[in-house]
């Protein structure tokens, strides 16, 4: 009763919840919804976004924010594209590593200006989002890297499947994950970005190196958009100065704060986030299905993102009185 | 027993100085292993700083520490630690997100960043840590909602985790019930007979006899005297402590004392202050002493309606008051000067004149919108009467120096034209020019026929300040001594709790 009670009460129960209350309501209308084929099309909006979830989910653990991240995908696909360009006979898989460096580097600018000058990470990311997405535009002259340039290989890993006919780039979004999870859970460096994030005053007096923590913590943040960056060029065939990656910071965060990470520093797990993106794509794949219109899709999927947050707070609540009640 | 105790520690000549003010002056302090040495002394005495350069967490001005005869260098918190020595803060610190498994251990792991956490080493550790001080708590739970007392008990078992010689608990005892006490009480004697040694700071001279060896009396920064606690007397510990030599300042001229402005009967509020009645006239200056804790702020916050108390009368002018927030008190005429000046008493950010008009915002606007020049006049006038040291009006209040801010938060109250002022530590960390000014100042509201409630914990204020001085210890009022017979030694015997206290 009370292991049965103490899942109940967790975040991803909840989302559980949510998610097959969301899916059976829209599979009334169309039934088309609760097919295979439809779990495709969901798993296939999510990819870079749960990438992408993952970064956040460590900084916010770590009491940051970091808001340049659709920016650092734009940039680093823009570099990726840009070398297939000039470089046609470059072996594809080069753009891997070029990405993840280049989406590394420009997180390591984020917790450098962090630590050095002691700024509010919103601040600093605030900034860094219009200055890398204008370096886009400057390095690629505001122009788009067309279909043509991105190598077939590449965009072949969001069609074909080494396994299960799950494509490449959803398994690495998971592989992702559960790295995350590994590092979050299993690494001193996870329990020190938690302990920071809980208490960043008593953090130095335990001996933890609070600027290395936080410089990692953005580094880190940054290689996985660069991943997603070279990701969006697999995905999509394109790269654009202005499109590519814009507002990707807050579906990000909408995922990551409804999958249940605190704001506030030193809560969130991997299996929330991971929940909380899927709840989102569910929503993204139904409203074209529903035959919303485009225009409308933007509020829709903001109330959404709403309703999902009171929903979990009142239950929550209700919840650990109940508990509270039964204790005493 | 017999033989000569070996020395765990000896400090020599330790001092610390804070933006110029010598806190700590020349200490020498020899430990033993496997003592339980007291370390008394007034509020500001220099126990708590002593206590944290030990631990790293400050690095002294000037002086050495041999810990077994060769000399360290205690950097920071985690070189205290790998040394042996552990702080327990009174409201331990803690990662509230973390279990408490990992709070039992954090600091303690070496490794990489990227190295794996041995979560069943930890678990099983932390388990035997906590079995060894006799609690039984699930390790793997957040560490937030755990009580104070079980807090502390993560913290001992942290300093078990890192085999500590040397545990400070800086005033453990104090948020602690009589029970929780005794379990603390009984895991200190256990860990004495481990051989190791504890410093024990605490304000309650009962707890120091029943449990420590030695003791140690600070006073002004200094090492005053360090005795066997058998061979010495609750007098003279008391005398020790204090001897501080009168400052010069004398109040100019006792103001005429009127009708009553405040009567107070049986105010409580439990868990903070019991059973608490006065009266105060229009013209008099009462001082409401005792010890950091002992509820005097308390009562000040519930007779401005912040924390209102639970039972009780309060009755101003003669008629019944019922005060549930401080608009409330406002409109009868109090007036409330914080302690925590940067927490409750300005708005940082804003303007000197914004700072002075806050609580009039009908004076400044007679027609529902702000008059500038109205403000600007009120406030200038202020700003003249008081002194007020500043560069300019619009200046944001935070610039000014501390005394200059404090002179505006009175400033600020005054125009709201007050019967009666509650000041609490109006003078705390303001130098001492500003400080004689304020003495002044306070003379002056009372010989205007204010009624004024000024909580100090510096006792010559009290002395050369009051016409009465009322004690608190442990949320009671244990003392009321008209100025004539007020000494420092009196009100501190009845500032430090000595009997035990029924909860």
Redesign the interface.
């Known amino acids: 009763m009370t292991l049965v009670r103490s899942i109940l009460l967790r975040r991803e129960a909840g989302i559980v919840v949510m998610i097959f209350a969301f899916c059976l309501a829209v599979g009334l209308y169309k039934p088309h919804f609760l097919t295979v084929q439809s779990l495709r099309i969901i798993l296939l909006l999510v990819p870079l976004i749960m990438i992408g979830a993952m970064a956040q989910m460590l900084v916010l653990v770590a009491r940051h924010v970091d808001l340049s991240i659709g920016s650092i995908l734009g940039f680093s696909a823009m570099v990726v594209g840009l070398m297939y360009r000039e470089f046609p006979d470059i072996y594809w898989l080069v753009g891997f590593p070029v990405a993840i460096l280049t989406g590394a580097f420009l997180g390591l600018g984020n917790g450098l200006l962090v630590t050095i000058f002691r700024l509010p990470s919103i601040i600093v990311t605030l900034g860094t989002l219009s200055l890398y997405r204008g370096l886009t535009f400057i390095i690629s002259d505001a122009r788009q890297i067309n279909r043509s340039v991105i190598p077939t290989e590449l965009k072949a890993m969001s069609r074909t499947s080494p396994i299960f006919d799950i494509p490449w780039i959803i398994l690495i979004a998971f592989g992702v994950a559960l790295m995350t999870y590994v ?1 979050a ?8 970005i ?2 920071l ?3 960043p ?2 953090a ?5 190196d609070v600027a ?2 936080t410089l ?1 913590v953005f580094t880190l943040a940054g290689a996985l958009s660069g991943l997603a960056g070279i990701l969006y060029a697999s995905r999509w065939g394109f790269v654009n100065p202005s499109n590519t990656g814009a507002g990707f910071e807050f579906q990000v965060i909408a995922a990551v704060v409804i999958g249940g990470v605190s704001i506030n520093g ?2 969130g797990t991997v299996s929330g986030t991971v929940l909380g993106v899927l709840l989102l794509g569910c929503v993204s794949a139904a409203l074209p299905l529903l035959g919303i219109p485009g225009s409308t899709q933007n509020a829709i999927y903001g109330a959404v993102i709403l309703i999902a947050l009171l929903i979990d707070r009142s239950v929550r609540q209700r919840g650990v009185t109940s508990l509270s009640r039964a204790a005493s | 027993m017999k033989r000569e105790p070996s020395m765990l520690v000896e400090a020599r000549g330790i001092s610390k100085q804070f933006g110029g003010v010598e806190v700590l002056s020349d200490v020498d302090l020899d430990l033993h292993a496997g003592e339980i040495h007291a370390l008394l002394g007034e509020n500001g005495a220099g126990k708590s700083t002593f206590a944290k350069i030990l631990a790293g967490v400050h690095r002294p001005t000037r002086g050495t520490l041999k810990l077994n005869g060769s000399k360290v260098d205690v950097t920071n918190p985690i070189a205290a630690q790998k040394l042996g020595i552990a702080l327990i803060h009174q409201e331990p610190i803690s990662f509230p997100d973390l279990s408490i498994a990992e709070n039992i251990v954090m600091g303690r792991q070496g490794g990489g960043l990227l190295s794996r956490v041995p979560w069943a080493k930890i678990i099983a550790d932390a388990r035997q840590y906590l079995d060894m001080l006799g609690v039984s708590l699930d390790v793997t739970l957040p560490m937030r909602g755990l009580s104070i007392a079980n807090q502390q008990m993560v913290e001992i078992a942290r300093s078990l985790a890192s085999d500590s010689k040397l545990i400070i608990m800086d005033e453990p005892t104090a948020p602690l019930t009589p029970r929780e006490v005794d379990t603390l009480f009984n895991i200190a004697r256990r860990l004495r007979e481990e051989g190791r040694t504890i410093i024990f700071i605490s304000h309650r001279l009962e707890e120091v006899r029943m449990l420590c060896d030695r003791v140690t009396i600070f006073r002004d920064g200094a090492h005053i005297s360090t005795q066997k606690i058998d061979d010495i007397s609750d007098e003279d510990i008391i005398k020790l402590m204090i001897g501080r030599t009168l400052k010069k300042f004398m109040r100019k001229h006792v103001a005429e004392i009127g009708d009553i402005a405040m009567e107070v009967s049986e105010l409580s509020r439990p868990g903070a202050f019991e059973d608490v009645s006065f009266t105060l006239r229009r013209g008099e200056i009462i001082g409401l002493g005792g010890l950091v804790g002992a509820g005097r702020t308390d009562v000040a916050r519930a007779l401005f309606g912040v924390e209102p108390a639970i039972s009780g009368h309060i009755r101003i002018n003669g008629v019944d008051a019922m005060i549930h927030t401080p608009t409330d008190a406002i409109d009868l005429g109090l007036a409330f000067v914080p302690e925590d000046r940067a927490g409750h008493g300005i708005f940082a950010t804003l303007s000197v004149e914004h700072n002075l008009t806050a609580a009039v915002p009908g004076k400044i606007a007679p027609s529902g919108f702000i008059s500038r020049s109205l403000e600007r006049e009120i406030s200038r006038k202020a700003v003249d009467d008081l002194s007020i040291r500043l560069a300019s009006l619009r200046q944001p209040i935070a610039e000014l120096s501390g005394g200059n801010q404090q002179k505006a938060i009175l400033a600020r109250w005054l125009l709201t034209e007050p019967d009666i002022l509650i000041l609490d530590e109006p003078t705390r960390g303001i130098d001492i020019g500003v400080k004689a000014e304020f003495y002044d100042m306070i003379g002056d509201l009372a010989e205007q026929g204010r009624a004024i409630l000024l909580i100090s914990s510096e006792l010559p204020e009290l002395l050369s300040l009051c016409d009465r001085i009322l004690v608190m210890s442990e949320g009671r009022i244990t003392a009321e001594i008209p100025r004539e017979e007020a000494t420092q030694e009196n009100i501190m015997q009845a500032a430090v709790p000595r009997k035990g206290v029924a909860a």
């Not at chain 1, 859970?185 to 020190?192: F, I, N, S, W």
């Not at chain 1, 130095?204 to 933890?208: A, D, E, F, K």
């Open positions: 590092v859970r299993h690494t001193q460096l996870g329990r020190q938690y302990a994030g809980s208490n005053e008593a130095p007096l335990r001996g933890i290395k923590v990692v030193g809560v």
